[in-house]
């Protein structure tokens, strides 16, 4: 299959997720935070599609398993919608993965936070 229509499937999904979600009546996803869809990768037969998913929900411990199962437990109604929205004649199987590279990002920046605060101490003592 060509590339380009890939693309322009994959972004007609990553489009159409986000609104998907918010309707999902599972208490595990509605429980989750707020839910954004980073990238989507579908397979070139359409058979499947990869969605990979970042959570933010500030203070609250996300249990990743939960919601992996609340999404599984709903895949069937996504599909359907998407299918409805995205106007495709077979709709691909839905793989959910958790992105943890925003948790990463900012692991990161407090680390680097942290070591200019203290070259900066180290740099008044001297």
Same mark, same amino acid.
């Given at each position: 299959?060509?590339?380009?229509?890939?693309?322009?499937?994959?972004?007609?999904?990553?489009?159409?997720?986000?609104?998907?979600?918010?309707?999902?009546?599972?208490?595990?996803?509605?429980?989750?935070?707020?839910? $954004?869809?980073?990238?989507?990768?579908?397979?070139?037969?359409?058979?499947?599609?990869?969605?990979?998913?970042?959570?933010?929900?500030?203070?609250?411990?996300?249990?990743?398993?939960?919601?992996?199962?609340?999404?599984? $437990?709903?895949?069937?109604?996504?599909?359907?919608?998407?299918?409805?929205?995205?106007?495709?004649?077979?709709?691909?199987?839905?793989?959910?993965?958790?992105?943890? $590279?925003?948790?990463?990002?900012?692991?990161?920046?407090?680390?680097?936070?942290?070591?200019?605060? $203290?070259?900066?101490?180290?740099?008044?003592?001297?």
């Amino acid at each position: 299959m060509a590339k380009n229509r890939l693309d322009r499937i994959n972004e007609e999904i990553l489009h159409a997720l986000p609104s998907i979600l918010r309707t999902v009546k599972d208490p595990r996803v509605q429980n989750a935070g707020m839910i $954004s869809v980073t990238h989507v990768d579908t397979a070139g037969d359409l058979a499947q599609c990869k969605v990979y998913l970042s959570v933010f929900n500030p203070g609250v411990e996300l249990n990743k398993k939960e919601l992996t199962q609340g999404l599984k $437990s709903c895949s069937g109604y996504i599909r359907k919608e998407l299918a409805a929205q995205v106007k495709l004649r077979v709709a691909p199987e839905i793989i959910f993965i958790l992105d943890d $590279s925003l948790d990463r990002g900012a692991k990161i920046i407090n680390l680097i936070q942290t070591t200019i605060a $203290s070259d900066q101490e180290k740099g008044s003592d001297v």
